[in-house]
Nanobody
């Protein structure tokens, strides 16, 4: 059993930056793939980034590549995402998710075992 709690969302101006955090209460955090997903109104949930348990394999969706950095601190059971040059199309509910027992992380949401409640990001122009 586990819990994921996101924080750091809110309103950001276009061109600005944001930093999201996800605190995990998972005894297997160190062995879990972690991911950020997002869902905008009327759209399907999409993967934003994934990070392997040892941080050696990282994936970014094309739309955030080059302006986002996902990281994790296994000692603190915490996942992070820093995003710069934020665009209006980045506005969405952002979720962190954990996929247990994998070293190659999936980009499919139905593979993930635990989910946070989400943190809302709005972008003002």
């Amino acid at each position: 059993q586990g819990e994921l709690v996101e924080s750091g969302g809110g309103s950001v101006q276009a061109g600005g930056s944001l930093r999201l955090s996800c605190k995990a209460s998972l005894y297997t955090f160190n062995g879990a793939c972690m991911a950020w997903f997002r869902q905008a109104p009327g759209k399907e949930r999409e993967v934003v980034a994934t990070i392997s348990p040892d941080s050696t394999r990282i994936y970014y969706t094309d739309s955030v590549k080059g302006r986002s950095t996902v990281s994790r601190d296994n000692a603190k059971n915490t996942l992070y995402m820093q995003m710069t040059s934020v665009k209006p199309e980045d506005a969405a509910m952002y979720y962190c998710a954990a996929e247990l027992g994998r070293i190659y992380c999936s980009t499919e949401d139905d593979r993930y075992d635990y989910w946070g409640q989400g943190t809302q990001v709005t972008v003002s122009s």
